[in-house]
């Protein structure tokens, strides 16, 4: 045993690096001061590597990008590729270890307290891998892998006697699980070294510890996630000469005009006693950005999987995209709210020399990435920065700390009372506890502050302790804790100085229906963060997003009904995604250029087709036969074919049975917080869950009048929820296409009332299936009734059921819609009607009833009216004064209608304060057929989008 004591100690004084466990995001960084300093020297002249011409481009490789020899070889001829775009400059590269090794290596010193053969079975493995990595990287050439698998094996017989004294201590030391987790960046800078060595080029490994030298602190190991850790400043000089040594060791009697690769190992350094130590939280990308300064760079590279640092994650947001550029502060904001770009220590250096920082795509180098450079503060400001504010995007992204506790210490007692909050920030000091976020109430009557979901309970304790006597003695004072929620943070240099800032951000919560819990603002005016619910971070940050970053908003719909109306409306969807007639030149497009519209949910009266993330319209569209898509009969004719729905339209679309209840569970997703309802059936049961639906907000457009014309009281309940600002989320019901299809009527009413007009009548011809057959008769002496309706039924104007036009009920309808909308509170049996056909007239043979029953009569008061110079319409009219609606046949002169009708065309004509009887204001245009109202639905659904955005 003392021999196995003797080579652990041995190898623990010169083993190689340990990389860290990262600690939790946005804890206190605190800048170690040297007490162990040597003398500094000036090593300017000593610089061997700034003999080149070119400056030195650096680069950073983590672990996902160096997970196999493919990769190893893309990150190698990356280096290359780089090199010699830059005019062959010289160049290096700081690694992290393979992917997953770290863990892997740290799980074997855990092990061997337990079992030591297990442990060593496990070193095996992974010693084993990398060599795996490197024979396959540089087959066929044992000159250069026969030295490094040497080096893995000699490493690997260190271990083990190391695991043995950590099973005879039952304990791991810090300073040897910092070494053996450290492996992996040794065997991974010698891998990358060997591939490069390859290609003929001059390239060298450095461990770091070599040359990187930092002071001997108190804290040691590698730390769990979520404890408060150093920031270690480097000894420069001490440091830069070590590499002046190394370097003449290594490449002096190299060509000195051939500028060479260094392939680095990330995160490892020493302390000038010459002991293997860590750069702690900061890690390899503190160790790329510390040798970018030493070696003077021309810029660091940090390649990542993703092109740049995007505004958002795109695995929450899929919407997010890549920010072009950030300034050093914004990119620290970011890092401090969970972004992953830097920690803010690894800044530090680049901050310190200018060095740009590039963020870019291991897979894509082409893309352009993310360029972090400059400063925010005007008085910080470098005169090279070219970078300007965006006015039109004052904020650069979202990001977002998932798990996090909220604790409060409040209590009446401490209004006015001195030094609360330093009693409970020193409480949660003692315990090692990170504040991330602090959120006060006037006079120190309560404090609250977030930390992270790991320390709560911790947290609480020790602030109870604190105040345990203030506690005992009022019941009203009292430590909480929340726990299960998460921070959202807005951030970007745009903000400072632009109004409004807060409002479109709580306003984009509220909208999506999500509770704020707490929030708070960086006195740098770069941040605003809200605490929000765990479950709703997903909602809340793509709502955020859509706000601020409008690159593409969408909004789900989910529609009920494919027949005339639904299929219209759903072609005119397809229109809508193929930019079909639309001049995005114009202005009035640029509310709506970056809309993006998901049909989620397509439910008919029997079956209802489901996507998560939205239907393929187009393919949809070829299935409308005959005016209408019958869901049904299109999944039986796959069905044929021996195809599933998702075989057809996509792998994630579902055919179920129809349901209101589970139509509603599928509309109500978390990832899209404007959820739209469009009702094209004429249902009384879907009607009926309007107020329901407008409750939990959603917005409801549609063209069914059952509500609309039903009893006043479900009218009223319905209308209570609407625009309501608070819980329900402010929801819209639209319902222009009930009246007048595509000419938005009910809006032009809202805008003269909502403007201060008084509306005293209104008169109008509103059903398009009577204004053909009246127009008809007027113009054609001998055309019959029965004639000119049977020509309305060839375009395929009337109702579904003819009786609602011929008795004047569609009309009534109408009216009774526009009278509640003037504010007069009837119902559907006060308005007087006037029917055209006989009372009980059945739809068996329409045509046959008219000439019977309709067409004398009617020709006989058409002859009337040519004879007094007049002309016959079939209007609603609405006496908003005296409170009376009317529909039936009124005459007008033929010298100066009120109408200049053609064909099937709706008017209304309204006689207000701004607009008297001299001077009326009319509307007029085509408004029948399914085509017509499906472009009114769409129109509503455009307001209610333009609204949200």
């Keep these: 045993m003392a021999a196995a004591f003797a080579v652990a100690a041995t190898v623990v004084a010169g083993a190689r690096q340990a990389p860290r466990r990262r600690t939790t995001r946005g804890s206190t960084a605190r800048r170690v001061v040297a007490t162990d300093a040597p003398t500094q020297k000036a090593t300017e002249s000593k610089s061997a590597w700034k003999k080149y011409d070119l400056k030195w481009g650096v680069h950073k490789f983590g672990g996902a990008s160096l997970d196999d020899a493919k990769l190893y070889k893309i990150c190698g001829d990356l280096l290359l590729s780089e090199s010699k775009n830059q005019g062959d400059a010289p160049t290096a590269a700081i690694v992290s270890a393979a992917g997953g090794m770290t863990d892997a290596l740290v799980s074997i010193i855990d092990t061997a307290l337990t079992s030591v053969d297990e442990s060593c079975e496990k070193l095996k493995a992974a010693a084993d891998r990398q060599k795996s990595i ?31 004294a950590a099973s005879k201590m039952r304990g791991v030391p810090p300073q040897m699980l910092e070494l053996v987790a450290g492996l992996g960046e040794v065997w991974s ?272 304790n020790a602030v109870k302790d604190a105040f345990q006597l203030e506690i005992a003695r009022n019941t009203e004072t009292r430590a909480t804790l929340k726990e299960d929620l998460s921070i959202l943070a ?41 605490v929000v619910s765990r479950e709703e971070l997903s909602l809340a940050l793509k709502a955020t997003h859509d706000a601020f970053l409008l690159k593409e908003t969408c909004v789900s719909v989910s529609l009920l009904g494919s027949g005339q109306v639904g299929s219209a409306f759903l072609q005119k969807l397809s229109a809508w995604e193929a930019n079909e007639g639309r001049d995005f030149a114009l202005p009035s497009m640029r509310e709506v250029q970056y809309l993006s519209i998901d049909l989620r949910v397509l439910c008919d009266a029997n079956q209802m087709l489901c996507a998560p993330r939205g ?180 375009r395929e104007l009337t109702n579904a059921d003819p009786i609602e036009d011929l008795s004047g009920l569609d009309t009534a309808e109408k009216s009774l819609i526009l009278a509640r909308e003037l504010g007069v509170t009837v119902e559907l049996a006060d308005v007087e009607i006037e029917s055209l056909v006989p009372k009980g007239s059945k739809t068996d043979d329409i045509i046959q009833m008219l000439k019977d029953e309709v067409d004398e009569p009617m020709a006989e008061k058409f002859r009337e009216a040519r004879e007094k110079g007049e002309l016959l319409y079939y209007v609603g009219e609405i006496d908003v004064q005296k409170g009376k609606v009317s529909a039936g046949i009124h005459r007008f002169s033929a010298k100066g209608p009120p109408f200049a009708l053609n064909d099937a065309d709706f008017a209304v004509r309204v006689v207000s304060q701004r607009f008297p009887e001299s001077t009326p204001l009319v509307f007029r245009g085509p408004g029948a057929g399914a085509e017509f109202a499906a472009s009114g639905l769409l129109a509503s659904l455009l307001r209610v989008c333009r609204a949200l955005v």
């Design 134 to 164: 490197l024979l396959e990287l540089v087959p066929d050439n044992s000159d250069l892998t026969d030295q490094v698998i040497s080096n893995i094996d000699e490493d690997q017989q260190a271990v083990k006697a190391m695991l043995l």
């Design 189 to 460: 800078a010698q891998t990358l070294a060997a591939y490069l060595k390859t290609t003929g080029k001059l390239c060298e490994w450095i461990d770091a510890r070599d040359v990187l030298i930092v002071p001997d602190g108190p804290l040691s190991g590698l730390r769990e996630k979520g404890t408060a850790m150093d920031t270690i400043e480097p000894f420069w000089d001490e440091s830069q000469d070590r590499l002046q040594k190394w370097w003449q060791k290594s490449l002096g009697d190299k060509d000195p005009k051939e500028p060479p690769f260094l392939i680095i190992t990330g995160f490892v350094c020493s302390t000038m006693a010459g002991r293997p130590t860590t750069l702690k939280r900061s890690g390899s990308d503190y160790s790329a950005t510390i040798f970018a300064k030493i070696l003077d760079a021309s810029n660091v590279t940090f390649w990542k999987n993703v092109s740049g640092v995007f505004t958002a994650d795109p695995r929450q947001v899929p919407e997010a995209f890549p920010i072009g550029s950030m300034t050093f502060d914004e990119a620290m904001e970011l890092a401090y709210f969970g972004g992953q770009v830097l920690h803010p220590s690894a800044m530090v250096p680049c901050i310190e020399e200018r060095i740009p920082v590039l963020v870019k795509n291991v897979f894509k180098p082409a893309d352009p990435g993310t360029r972090v450079y400059g400063r925010g503060d005007a008085s910080f400001r470098w005169e090279d920065q070219d970078d300007e504010i965006d006015v039109n995007m004052p904020v650069k992204a979202i990001t977002s700390i998932e798990k996090v506790s909220l604790l409060t210490i409040a209590g009446a007692s401490f209004m006015g009372t001195h030094g609360v909050a330093e009693r409970f920030m020193d409480s949660l000091a003692k315990v090692g506890v990170n504040v991330i976020l602090t959120s006060q109430g006037s006079s120190e009557h309560s404090i609250t502050v977030a930390v992270a979901n790991t320390d709560g309970k911790l947290a609480l």
């Design 490 to 530: 807005v951030i970007g240099e745009g903000m400072k100085n632009y109004a409004g800032i807060s409002g479109r951000f709580f306003n984009a919560l509220g909208q999506s229906k999500v509770n704020i819990v707490a929030i708070a603002q960086g006195s740098s005016e770069r941040n605003i963060s809200a």
């Design 615 to 794: 239907l393929p319209v187009t393919q949809l569209e070829k299935h409308i036969n005959n005016g209408s898509l019958d869901l049904a009969a299109m999944a039986a004719s796959w069905e044929k074919e021996g195809k599933e729905v998702k075989d057809v339209l996509h792998q994630d679309v579902t055919l179920q049975p129809s349901n209101l209840d589970s139509f509603i569970e599928m509309t109500e997703c978390k990832e899209y917080p404007r959820k739209i309802i469009v009702d094209c059936t004429d249902s009384d049961a879907v009607a009926s869950r309007y107020p329901d639906w407008l409750k939990q907000g959603f917005h409801v457009i549609t063209p069914n009048r059952q509500v609309l014309t039903g009893s006043y009281e479900r009218y009223a309940e319905c209308l209570k929820y609407v625009g309501h600002a608070g819980k329900f989320g402010g929801a819209q019901l639209r319902y222009d296409a009930a009246v007048g299809g595509q000419i938005p009527i009910i809006t032009l009413l809202q805008d003269q009332i909502q403007t201060g007009d008084r509306i005293d009548r209104l008169t109008g011809v509103l059903s398009g299936t009577l204004s053909l057959v009246f127009n008809q008769l007027n113009t054609h002496p001998d055309m019959l009734f029965s004639e000119a309706f049977k020509l309305a039924q060839e």
